[in-house]
């Protein structure tokens, strides 16, 4: 199908079309209205992790605002909960098995050939720009689709980082957070007199810790990893305890359910992983990183702040889109996990989706349909109106924000995979998976071990602990979610 039609489909009237058309032809004299977008990543970001969503003592005032002021998703779903693959998901509107980003390899040959929304979004009359972590394969040079470049390499510091600005490689002094929010205000402030719209991709390290690694690319078991807040905000959380009601209490509360995190878990505590990575393993996930995680968070949430005041004084705040998220999320401990997000459970595979944007969304707005990663990069195109090309597998949840009383079906179900990579940590070995994730059910498929499936009633079951797989009572469900998982694949593949 031509998926210049296929906008008629994702939530638009048939007259966007010919709209979509007008703006890309239209004279140059004439304004352009299309809304300047900033897409906001943080990376491995739980979805409570802020204080609209749900953490229990980070003060978060400027994402709150975007949740107060435009929407907030409740069952946004990672692709897959990895960081490298749900990136290329983030940027092309693709499944994993047509993106090709399987793991989080070396992928810097690959990722400067994907097709990307910023490509379409700069063919489109837009200004682009990215500033901050990229993280398909370990290159920090500029990528197709931006006019405007500031990246580092691979995971990059957390202090005194070396960025890739001005076609060259070169150490900076300061906060990353701090230098990455002051290079997206310069990319703004930029834009004050264009006549044309801009895209902005900000896309932090932060939460992400600075891992030691050593030149064969193995942690260095001495330092490990850390998390790091600015100096101004070390501390602030000292005495706060996160509550710890969802966490197991013991080693077979931690693994109820499931034989697979059994197994997981035993490889991961083995002598000769822990030897290995002992450092940065942090069993149980202490209230120390916790803490530094929200402390980390203050310095992007003060960057927000700076952005939104830009916008304000510049007055084009509301004529903005900000889109706000995660490239997946985080185990404080759930499952008897840590350290850890490519697992199927909820605390990795939920994100936080916030968007703030007055003349579509209506503030404080909560959306409770499914959506999923590969939808971000639809929704910007439609946004912007931009062409949406026949290789994007994701829908344009645009009709969603909108709340359009003729807008199509919304998802009855996401498919979230991960395809195992032991380079370089071996406990991952055979965790393979495919999962199907409706509104109430969850069937995990393991690939190389199928006869430890597992399915979980999310309502009556949030917690995950009880596997209705055996149960006969759940056979017909099984069943059903096992076909409809089969259709989601043969999708994600391109049959």
Sequence with gaps: MDRRASIKLIGGAAAAVALGAARLARPAARPDTRPNIILIIIDDMRWDEFGAGGHPYLETPNIDRLAREGASFSQAIHATPLCSPNRACLLTGQYVARHGVYNNADRSLLSHLLPTFPQELKRAGYATGL??????????????????????????????????????????????????????????????????????????????????????????????????????????????????????????????????????????????????????????????????????????????????????????????????????????????????????????????????YPPLVKPGRRVAELVSSIDVAPTILQLGEAWIGQLVQGISFLPLLRNDKMRPMPRSSVLIENFSDDRPFPWVLDAD????????????????????????????????????MKDARSRELAARLRADLGRLVQQSIGL
């Design 131 to 356: 500033v901050g972590k990229w993280h398909m394969g370990n290159d920090p040079t500029p990528r197709p689709g931006f006019d405007y470049w500031v990246s580092f390499a691979g995971q990059g510091k957390i202090n005194d980082p070396e960025l890739f600005e001005d076609r060259r490689l070169q150490k900076v002094s300061g906060y990353v957070t701090d230098l990455l929010t002051d290079r997206a205000l310069g990319f703004i402030r930029s834009q004050r007199n264009a006549k044309h719209p801009y895209f902005l991709y900000l896309a932090h390290k932060a939460i992400h810790p600075d891992a030691i690694q050593r030149n064969d690319g193995s942690i260095d078991t001495q330092f490990g990893s850390r998390y790091i807040a600015a100096d101004r905000h070390r501390g602030r959380y000292q005495d706060r305890t996160f509550p710890r009601t969802q966490v197991a209490k013991s080693p077979a509360q931690a693994v109820a359910g499931s034989v697979m995190v059994e197994r997981f878990l035993e490889r991961k505590q083995s002598e000769s992983t822990v030897r290995e990575f002992g450092a940065m393993l942090d069993p149980g996930m202490s209230e120390q990183s916790i803490r530094e995680r929200a402390e980390m968070m203050l310095a992007v949430d003060e960057g927000l702040g700076a952005i939104l005041t830009e916008l304000e004084e510049s007055g084009t705040l509301d004529h903005t889109a900000i889109i706000f998220g995660s490239d997946n999320g985080f185990f404080f401990g759930e499952h008897g996990l840590s350290i850890e997000r490519r697992l199927p459970y909820e605390e990795a595979v939920r994100a936080p989706l916030l968007v703030r």
């Design 433 to 468: 998976y495919k999962a199907i994730r409706t509104d109430r059910h969850k069937l995990i498929h393991w690939i190389q071990h199928p006869e430890l499936d597992e399915l979980y009633d999310l309502q009556a079951d949030p917690r995950e602990q009880h596997n209705l």
